[in-house]
């Protein structure tokens, strides 16, 4: 069946470093976002992005949809990048978006 | 521009009990979804709506859930009667395009706690 999975499922950093969470996905999709889920719960828009390169900030996004899999780097973590991050695909050939599992950062001050 | 906009924000009731949420999207949005999303788990498709009819409710427990787009706008979710297992919260998005094509925008969840 169709699936969405994240890796790593948590991450602890020290405040400076960076990372990357990747997103594997099954089937071909029409587009992929990412999202932080902050402690309180409010899914964040971070990047819409269905192929090539993107980048706000301290933030880039990746998409390689020929090859399933996108990728989100943070780069010079702060403690406000804690939280939840999610990947959501859509997928062609029917109306459902899938949430992958999430990866839990930490980032330690 | 406004947010998608929902409330309540925090609900707790005892099981069997009866709840409902609202949901207004952002304005001209045509799709409106309902996820469900569980503690430590990623939001799972309850519902989904293109302008007020239904493209996907293959995820939504017909026996307890329900839901309702009147006039292609707003929305609401009713759980009757409520179990244990409902508590999570319920998340509203819209997008502004037909299918599944479009970038979602999501509200700020109910949280719903289940006695």
Redesign the interface.
Known sequence: GIQVEQSPPDLILQEGANSTLRCNFSDSV??L?W?HQNP????I?LF?IPSGTKQNGRLSATTVATERYSLLYISSSQTTDSGVY?C?V??TG?????????TRLFVKA | EAGVAQSPRYKIIEKRQSVAFWCNPISGHATLYWYQQILGQGPKLLIQFQNNGVVDDSQLPKDRFSAERLKGVDSTLKIQPAKLEDSAVYLCASSKNRGNTGELFFGEGSRLTVL
């Open positions: 029409n587009n976002q999202f309180w719960g409010q899914l828009n819409y999610f959501a859509p997928f029917g109306f459902k978006t899938i949430f992958g599992a999430g």
